[in-house]
């Protein structure tokens, strides 16, 4: 499988031209096609020599992604599904701006990216995790999500949460990479403050990224306040509990100025005391963190459901009493599987990839 350019720094490039006895500033205009022209064949990049063009095409493939399908919901998100070369699907969210935090008019645009094919980590409320781990993606599968992203819909993206299928943290490497190509001046040109990465709490990585120069945020999926009900539905709690990746998010915090982030997926009945509303402001204060609260979607084959709103505001109002800022979103895309995994899913149980999630 030959390599795609949207997976190549523009330091090999200009490697490989190095190498191949082509001109330097060739490097630099093949750049400006893929990333700032968007051109979707090698044959578009018309200021290149013909002969280029070829050997180009004897060396590279354009993209890594194949759009397979789009679905749009009556909010104007938009899911697109993309074909890997090895058969196998992932899936990004296009969200438009939700107008309670920027306002009626904005026109800022989120796109959530997946990071691995599957997801080893197991969430049990999760349909990434229902199917276990197939591969980590490549920079080229990562990065290319935000360039097809922009290429489909003809619109910018103004920023990227790393939320969609897989856990990015257990693919820091093939992250950081991508991460390389999303910020970088010659490529997708995107701030990196406006890229934040989701974990569901891997305290090795946490440290490690703590250590990375630019200033990306972190949000944790934290679902649980104490280890008794955090395990319950996550699994790497086991591994690692919450004492633990507290003490990571303080070293997080030694070493960044951005604010964290908590994500807490409110679930009837598992994780929606009042009690817990209690312990999670306490950690959110100590940590100087955000809280996020997101009524639990639906997913197909599994047993949760969402509290009534009267009880989610009621957990928001606990963390907001404790001068916590406590956002509670409606979540955008629910009509259209947005529960990250579940268009991708979906397709691959149809074409009997893999079967279908079993209930637990
Ligand atoms: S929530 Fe994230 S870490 Fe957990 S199973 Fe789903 S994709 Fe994996």
Not at 257 to 280: P, V
Request: proline share 5%; with cysteine.
């Amino acid at each position: 499988m030959l390599p795609a350019l949207t997976g190549i720094s523009p330091e090999k490039l200009a490697a490989w031209f190095k190498e191949s006895g082509e001109p330097a500033f060739r490097a630099d205009q093949i750049l400006e096609w893929v990333w700032k022209k968007k051109v979707t064949s090698i044959d578009a990049m018309t200021n290149l020599p013909a002969a280029l063009r070829e050997k180009l095409k004897e060396s590279f493939r354009l993209s890594a992604l194949e759009h397979s399908t789009t679905q749009g919901s009556a909010d104007t998100t938009r899911k697109f599904l993309f074909r890997l070369h090895d058969g196998r699907y992932v899936e990004s969210v296009l969200i438009p701006a939700n107008p309670a935090l920027y306002g009626e008019k904005s026109d800022r645009r989120t796109l959530c990216v997946s990071s691995q094919v599957g997801c080893a980590y197991g969430c049990k409320f999760c349909a990434s995790g229902l199917a276990g781990f197939t591969r980590n993606l490549d920079a080229a599968e990562i990065a290319g999500q935000v360039l097809a992203a922009e290429q489909l819909s003809g619109e910018r993206v103004d920023s990227l949460v790393f939320m969609g299928m897989g856990e990015p943290l257990a693919n820091l490497e093939h992250l950081l990479a991508a991460i390389a190509l999303i910020t970088g001046p010659k490529t997708l040109h995107l701030g990196a403050r406006h890229l934040t990465i989701s974990t569901s709490g891997l305290v090795p990585q946490i440290k490690q990224l703590a250590e990375h120069p630019q200033q990306i945020r972190l949000a944790i999926s934290l679902h649980g306040a104490t280890d008794e009900v955090r395990q319950q539905i996550m699994p790497v709690n086991k591994k690692w509990p919450v004492a633990e990746l507290f003490e990571s998010l303080n070293y997080w915090n030694s070493k960044k100025t951005q604010k964290l982030t908590l994500e807490y997926i409110l679930i009837n009945g598992i994780n929606d005391s009042l009690e817990q509303a209690a312990i999670l402001s306490r950690h959110a204060r100590r940590l100087g963190a955000k809280v996020n609260l997101i009524p639990y979607n639906t997913v197909e084959g599994l047993e949760w459901k969402r509290p009534p709103n009267a009880h989610c505001r009621a957990f928001q109002e606990v963390l907001k009493q404790a001068g916590v800022t406590a956002n509670l979103r409606l979540e955008k895309g629910h009509d259209i599987d947005a529960a990250c995994g579940q268009l991708r899913l979906k397709q691959e149980t149809s074409e009997g990839i893999i079967p279908a999630p079993a209930k637990r």
